[in-house]
């Protein structure tokens, strides 16, 4: 594994039963970087999924759209001005 890297990140698991039964994976890089990367719809809904526990599903809703937009910004305060008046107390 070390051959490959840092071009690669290969991983290797095995998990041992309590039976004694063994089953292992192995990778060469993690899901998500350049060799699989996420789709579109995958990092909205992780986004949307996280920052649910920070903010209102509508806040979450309106931080992505403002991100979507991020330049035409004026100034971070767009932004920031969200997180406040969305965020969950």
Known sequence: MSAV???L???RVT???SDGRQATHSRDSHRGDFNQP???SELRAKFRELAETVLTPEG???VEAAVDHCEE???LAELTDLFRRYGRP
């Open 5 to 7: 890297a840092p071009r």
């Open 9 to 11: 990140r290969p991983a």
């Open 15 to 17: 998990v041992t039963l």
């Open 38 to 40: 996420f789709a579109e």
């Open 60 to 62: 979450a809703t309106r």
């Open 73 to 75: 910004w004026t100034s």
